[in-house]
């Protein structure tokens, strides 16, 4: 069994309401009917208000620069600043948050209640246990970590096919982007996933299969705001179950 974590709206419009997630995936809270969870007459909700990201049984909340903030067990995150836009507040990048299980989220007059189930069999991939926590490494310390000492003939930990790696620009609770440049010259942002749970050959199947569907055209679409038009390839290294993403930019 994977692991699984789930969001219940526990007071508020809906309650009962379950969003279940058991891989990779984000989720956007808001008064907008492009959110996954749209909460329209709650005037207390910005349009889009907080982002949650999860890869099971890790999940991070991020407040999106609402107006009133993000309420976590109590404790306020995120807000914009007294007299900004929503405009100017959404470019701004606010804490993450890393949930718990038991852990509430309140915004506005709608709770909802963070359940995770752990698997309960024995992993057979495990984490490197350097990884730690990485909002402490430098950004040298982490494309080191990642892809091995460029002045060393070691073959990198992590391989992107045809992309030479050239800096750090920007970083979550789950990995961090680079800037990289194909042989041809083209620029592309690569987003490197390193997994701080241990992952089964269940986990592992279910990337692959993503890989395999969004390396493909596809004529689904999805808000432009939250996900991406295109990835034009993954790669996957058993190396602390590391997974990256490329696409142009």
């Given at each position: 069994?994977?692991?699984?974590?789930?969001?219940?709206?526990?007071?508020?419009?809906?309650?009962?309401?379950?969003?279940?997630?058991?891989?990779?995936?984000?989720?956007?809270?808001?008064?907008?009917?492009?959110?996954?969870?749209?909460?329209?007459?709650?005037?207390?909700?910005?349009?889009?208000?907080?982002?949650?990201?999860?890869?099971?049984?890790?999940?991070?909340?991020?407040?999106?620069?609402?107006?009133?903030?993000?309420?976590?067990?109590?404790?306020?995150?995120?807000?914009?600043?007294?007299?900004?836009?929503?405009?100017?507040?959404?470019?701004?990048?606010?804490?993450?948050?890393?949930?718990?299980?038991?852990?509430?989220?309140?915004?506005?007059?709608?709770?909802?209640?963070?359940?995770?189930?752990?698997?309960?069999?024995?992993?057979?991939?495990?984490?490197?246990?350097?990884?730690?926590?990485?909002?402490?490494?430098?950004?040298?310390?982490?494309?080191?970590?990642?892809?091995?000492?460029?002045?060393?003939?070691?073959?990198?930990?992590?391989?992107?096919?045809?992309?030479?790696?050239?800096?750090?620009?920007?970083?979550?609770?789950?990995?961090?982007?680079?800037?990289?440049?194909?042989?041809?010259?083209?620029?592309?942002?690569?987003?490197?996933?390193?997994?701080?749970?241990?992952?089964?050959?269940?986990?592992?199947?279910?990337?692959?299969?993503?890989?395999?569907?969004?390396?493909?055209?596809?004529?689904?679409?999805?808000?432009?705001?939250?996900?991406?038009?295109?990835?034009?390839?993954?790669?996957i290294s058993s190396w602390s179950s590391a997974t990256a993403g490329v696409s142009g930019t």
């Amino acid at each position: 069994m994977s692991a699984k974590v789930h969001l219940k709206i526990s007071q508020g419009k809906d309650v009962g309401k379950i969003f279940a997630f058991t891989e990779h995936d984000t989720f956007v809270f808001g008064r907008l009917d492009d959110c996954h969870a749209c909460i329209p007459d709650d005037t207390q909700v910005s349009r889009h208000h907080f982002i949650l990201e999860v890869n099971p049984p890790a999940a991070c909340l991020r407040d999106l620069g609402s107006l009133n903030g993000t309420h976590v067990n109590g404790a306020k995150f995120g807000a914009r600043e007294k007299g900004e836009t929503p405009e100017q507040g959404a470019k701004r990048r606010y804490p993450e948050v890393t949930l718990k299980h038991g852990d509430r989220i309140k915004v506005g007059r709608t709770e909802l209640e963070v359940s995770i189930e752990q698997p309960k069999e024995a992993p057979q991939h495990r984490v490197d246990p350097q990884l730690g926590d990485i909002s402490l490494l430098s950004p040298e310390q982490l494309a080191k970590l990642i892809f091995g000492a460029p002045d060393q003939a070691a073959k990198p930990k992590l391989q992107i096919p045809g992309c030479k790696i050239e800096a750090e620009v920007g970083r979550g609770g789950f990995g961090a982007v680079y800037r990289a440049r194909r042989a041809d010259g083209s620029v592309v942002a690569v987003k490197v996933m390193l997994s701080r749970v241990d992952a089964d050959h269940e986990a592992i199947a279910k990337f692959k299969r993503e890989v395999a569907v969004t390396a493909k055209p596809s004529t689904r679409t999805s808000s432009a705001s939250w996900k991406a038009a295109r990835r034009a390839q993954s790669s996957i290294s058993s190396w602390s179950s590391a997974t990256a993403g490329v696409s142009g930019t």
